[in-house]
């Protein structure tokens, strides 16, 4: 079948880019999850 | 938690289920071949995109009129997911476009359009990392969204009425008239499954601005004591 | 009526400052000439082609022209915080606008009456035949430009990076006006000049929908 390869190729492209994104996602929330904890962590020990 | 969870779970079920559907339910073309399915993926990822921004656009507004922060999360979390959208419509259009009509592309209506808008949103984000006072980044560029989104119908139909129609292909769109009844329904059933994937982004993306919103808090607590 | 003449004064003031100076119309009115130089250097202006280009680079340069014009707008209220005093005498801040607005469209209306002649001269055209219409198209596209130019002008002038985020966040705005005054503009001077009575309206309605933005949303532009 004659171009298949484009269809996969935007597919997986297509999919590729939500991916990264979603992934980018994640490490910003696990980032400032990280941040936050630090953070509420820092705040009983200076009372 | 177990809400987003569910959603995400959801939206990847639905994921899947319309892959299958775009390869293995609808029938193959008869004149574009393999190459038209990825039409289903394609457009709907483009109606989601549009609906995408026209939530960040509503949020724009709910923001210059109630100035409450959740406004300005639920604007720059659309934009970003909307522009990840058009990007992917922005480049699948083209791997269509090459075989089936010998050209990446086009200056139409539609394509012209969807790429002005790429360029406005893009700039939306770009306003917003140069100011730095949070409720003047806010205003401004909820001000700046509210202009690009009513630029957008504009550009479409300047370009749809005072561009020469060459010999053009007609874009996706024209084959919705006459669709085979089960495209038609794939078709539908993928635009359903983007919007709830859109909806699952928009989640988990909001949830970074919220965490952002804790840090600062905390940090200005640390630093009043 | 308080907005008519809160606009008119400031009106005063945006044509009497620039016209001490000019500085604004004579640096605009030179790069507007050099973009036109330039983009004879880079087609070649005798041919019939180019004189099908001619329409679509005059207002290429216009809008160039005018991402550098409106940069002034309002950072030349912010040197002295003259804002806030304009917002102190003005009810309705949108008088303010309405005011640079009108200024920003005369400004570049002036600059164009400069640019013509020589526009005619390098790429061969007779502008006599059509000069009432063509002028209607350069205002109704001028002030489309100038509205959004100092919405925009306003957006920058509170953010970095001012000079480049200008033109990022205006020319893409501007696709409508380009597209169509170009268009109407070539008709009107091709050898069978036409009117384009279509694309005059939707310029106007360009001009309406975004004046209708500005006036509903322009007091939050100036906000403290």
């Known amino acids: 079948m004659k171009n298949l390869d484009s269809v996969f190729a935007a597919y997986v492209i297509g999919w590729g880019i939500f991916f990264v994104f979603f992934l980018s996602i994640v490490r910003r929330t696990a980032t400032l999850r990280s941040e936050v904890d630090r953070l509420k962590n820092q705040l009983p020990k200076a009372r | 938690m177990t809400k987003r969870i569910l959603l ?3 939206a990847t079920a639905l ?5 299958y559907a775009n390869f293995f339910i609808a029938p193959t073309e008869r ?3 393999v190459i038209q399915r990825i039409f289903y993926f394609h457009a709907a990822t483009a109606w989601a995109g549009e609906m995408v921004f026209f939530v960040c656009f509503v949020g724009n507004l709910l923001y210059v009129w109630k100035r409450e922060q959740k406004y300005d999360w639920l604007g720059v979390t659309c934009a970003e997911v909307g522009i990840a959208c058009i990007s992917i419509v922005l480049i699948t259009g083209p791997i269509w476009a090459k075989p089936v009509w010998g050209i990446y592309w086009t200056w139409d209506a539609r394509l012209t359009s969807t790429f002005v808008l790429w360029l406005l949103y893009i700039s939306y984000l770009l306003l917003r990392t140069l100011i730095e006072e949070p409720g003047r980044r806010a205003l401004l560029s909820a001000l700046f969204g509210i202009f690009a989104f009513l630029d957008v119908p504009l550009v479409f139909f300047s ?4 561009r020469t129609q060459h010999p053009a292909p007609v874009v996706m769109g024209g084959q919705g008239s006459g669709l085979d009844p089960t495209m038609s329904k794939v078709f539908f059933f993928n635009v359903l499954v983007m919007h709830v994937f859109c909806a699952f982004l928009i989640v988990e993306r909001y949830i970074v601005e919220k965490l952002r919103h804790d840090v600062d808090l905390l940090q200005r607590e640390a630093e009043v004591q | 009526m308080s907005l008519l003449s809160n606009t008119s004064a400031l009106l005063g003031k945006e044509l009497r400052t620039e016209f001490r100076s000019r500085e604004l119309l004579t640096t605009t ?3 507007i000439l050099i973009v036109l130089v330039l983009f004879s250097f880079a087609t070649n202006p005798g041919t019939e082609e180019a004189r099908q ?4 680079l005059l207002w290429l340069a216009i809008l160039f022209a005018s991402s550098l014009m409106f940069q002034s707008c309002f950072l030349r209220e912010q040197v002295n915080d003259t804002l806030s005093s304009l917002r102190l005498a003005v009810s309705d801040p949108f008088a303010i606008f309405l005011a640079k607005l009108i200024a920003n469209t005369l400004f570049l209306l002036l600059t164009e009456a400069l640019m013509l002649p020589f526009f005619a001269i390098f790429y061969n055209i007779t502008l006599w035949s059509q000069l009432p219409i063509l002028w209607l198209v350069l205002l109704l596209g001028s002030a489309g430009i100038a509205v959004a130019g100092t919405a925009i002008s306003a957006i920058s002038a509170q953010a970095r990076m001012r000079e480049l985020l200008l033109p990022l966040l205006l020319l893409p705005l501007l696709t409508p006006i380009l597209v169509v005054s ?4 070539g008709g009107l001077l091709d050898r069978d000049p036409v009117v384009q009575w279509k694309g005059i309206a939707f ?6 929908v975004f004046l209708t933005a500005l006036w509903i949303f322009g007091q939050y532009f100036l906000e403290e």
Do not use: E, H, N, Y
Request: charged fraction near 5%; hydrophobic fraction near 65%.
């Open chain 2, 8 to 10: 995400g779970t959801v």
């Open chain 2, 15 to 19: 994921v899947i289920a319309a892959a």
């Open chain 2, 31 to 33: 004149t574009m071949g």
């Open chain 2, 159 to 162: 370009i749809r009425w005072w």
């Open chain 3, 29 to 31: 009115s030179v790069f």
């Open chain 3, 53 to 56: 280009f001619a329409p679509g």
């Open chain 3, 182 to 185: 170009a268009t109407v503009t």
């Open chain 3, 203 to 208: 310029l106007a309605v360009f001009d309406v």
